[in-house]
C-alpha cells in the first residue's frame, strides 16, 4: 500500500487571481465516481473563507473546479465558510469509488468556520444533500464542539461519511483548544437517519503519537475505507513537531478500535517540489490497477506572492501519488 511515486506537479492549482473563489489555495480533495466518471470535490480559499467546487477527470488532467457549494450569507453558521469533504460513496478500498445514493439523494458533510479569514473560530459540521451535485441543500442536526468531549472543544474539522451494516458513521478531527497550541485528533458520530448524532466516545478513537512520533501533534483528517481481507483502514495525516505534515494509516476490525501501522505513506517532498511543507490530507481511490492517494500539497514560497493584498506564503493545491494493489 505504500505509494511509489507521485506527481511533479499539482493536478488541481489554485488560481492565484483575486475575486476567484479558488484563488489563494486549494485543499481537502475528495475523489469519487459517479455513473463511472472520475470525480473529486475540492475546498477553495478565497482570503475571506472556504467554499466546495468539484473538478472531473477526462482521463488525461482534471478540470478546473465549478464552485457547487457557496458560502451563504443568510446562514449563522455558513456565513463565511462551507468546506465540504465528503459524500457517501462505496466503501470497498479496491471498489470504484462509486456515489451511494439514498432514496435519490447525495449526502455530505461539510464543515464551517463561523468567522471570515482562515479558520477563525470554532467550527461545526453539518449534513447536506443534492440530487445532481450542484445544488444542495441543509440536512439534519449540526454536530457542535460544545457538545462533544473535552478534546473536541476547540472545534470541528474536515469530516468523512460513510454507511455501514445500516448505520451511518461520521469520522472527524477536532482540536481542543481554538487558540494558542492546540492538538488534534480523531473521533466518530453514528445516526440511524442522517438528522440525529450521537459521539461513539467521549474520548478520541485516534489520539494524537508521542513525543518524535510523526503525529505528535496532529491526527487528523479520515479517509476510511475497507481492505478486501474486511480490515478498515483509515488513511490520516500527522503533524509531528518538526511542523511538518505527512499522510499516515490505521488499521481496524470493529471501526472503533484503532492500531497505527507507522508507516509514511506521503512524506514531504524535497526542497522545492510542490510538498516540501506538507502532504496530507488523504483521499484515496482506485484508478485501473492502481490506488490513488490525492492529498493536498504545500510548497512554501522564497518570497510571498500578493494576490489581492493577501502576501500568500505558500502554493496550496492538490497532488496525486500512486501505489499498487
Known sequence: MRPTDRSAELVIAP?????DWNSHGVDCPFAFRRDGKLGMTVVGWDGIGYQTGVSWFDGRT??????????DPTSPHRRYNTALTSILRDNDLTGDGELVTVDGWHYGTYHAYPQAG??????????????????????????RPEDGGR???????????????GRYWLFYNAKDRDDGRWIEQTGAAVSDDLVHWGRVADEPLLPNGGPGSPDERFASDPCVLRAPDGTWVMFYFGLGGD???????????????????????????????????????????RHQDRLHHYYC???RLKSPVDVGGYALPEHRGIGVAWSSL
Open 15 to 19: 488560481t492565484w487571481r483575486a475575486g
Open 62 to 71: 482534471w478540470s478546473s473546479p465549478t464552485l457547487v457549494l457557496p458560502r
Open 118 to 143: 482562515y479558520e477563525h473560530g470554532s467550527a461545526v459540521i453539518g449534513i447536506v444533500r443534492s440530487r445532481d451535485l450542484l445544488h444542495w441543500e441543509e440536512h439534519g442536526e449540526l454536530l
Open 151 to 165: 478534546w473536541e472543544r476547540g472545534g470541528l474539522y474536515k469530516s468523512w461519511l460513510m454507511r455501514h451494516d
Open 243 to 285: 511542523g511538518h505534515a505527512q499522510e499516515l494509516v490505521a488499521v481496524s476490525d470493529d471501526l472503533v478500535t484503532w492500531v497505527k501501522t507507522g508507516d509514511v505513506l506521503v512524506g514531504v517532498g524535497a526542497p522545492g517540489s510542490l510538498d516540501d511543507w506538507h502532504a496530507h490530507k488523504p483521499s484515496v481511490i
Open 297 to 299: 500539497a504545500v510548497r
